[in-house]
């Protein structure tokens, strides 16, 4: 399987956190790709998840279901 092109990736924090370091980091940019990293370790291991499944994770935490 071959690695995504991940060299445009733009991370960015939630708003909620103000002023923490204890971060996740979503990539949102990239076509039909999510990425999501840590942000103490950001050229550390990051998950990548297709955009419909990040969309169903968020619609799914939205409507409290886990």
Do not use: H, Q
């Not at 999510?34 to 939205?62: E, M, Q, Y």
């Amino acid at each position: 399987m071959t690695s995504p092109n991940l060299s445009g990736a733009e991370f960015r924090k939630s708003s909620y956190s103000v002023g923490g370091n204890d971060c996740v980091e979503v990539a949102t940019n990239l076509p039909g790709l999510v990425a999501v990293r840590d942000s103490k370790d950001p050229s550390g291991p990051l998950l990548t998840f297709t955009s419909r499944d990040w969309t169903n994770f968020l619609t799914s935490i939205r409507a409290n279901d886990f």
